[in-house]
């Protein structure tokens, strides 16, 4: 069985035992409506005809408020376990100075904040 993507060059599926299977690059497709085409080998018309929606994008924006000169363990932990459950996920910290100016705030403390 083949499959084409809007006409592009098709790619042979591969016969499992209840299925066809087959992976697609789709990253160069642009945002909008597709048309996955099946046709059995050797078929000058496909069979069926599939439409999909290739979307844009979607971009996750996460701000943490640190509005004392010390966060909490646990908020660290937190933000931690975030990065650790989403690799990909690219998080930018800001924080106020006076974590830096803080007398409250050890050099040690400071230096684990910053990290």
């Excluded at 084409?4 to 642009?30: C, E, N, R, W």
């Excluded at 974590?99 to 400071?110: I, K, N, W």
Aim: net charge negative.
């Amino acid at each position: 069985m083949q499959a084409v993507i809007d006409g592009y060059p098709s790619q042979s599926l591969t016969k499992t035992d209840t299925a066809f299977d087959g992976t697609f690059d789709v990253s160069q497709l642009p945002p909008g409506i597709h048309t996955l085409s099946l046709d059995a080998d050797g078929s000058q018309s496909p069979f069926a005809n599939l439409h999909f929606l290739r979307s844009r994008p979607l971009y996750v924006l996460m701000t943490t408020d640190r509005d004392s000169s010390d966060s909490r363990d646990s908020v660290l932990r937190l933000h931690e376990m975030l990065q650790i459950e989403h690799p990909g996920l690219k998080i930018t910290h800001f924080f106020g100075p006076y974590t830096f100016t803080d007398p409250g705030v050890s050099p040690v403390r400071r230096a684990t904040l910053a990290d």
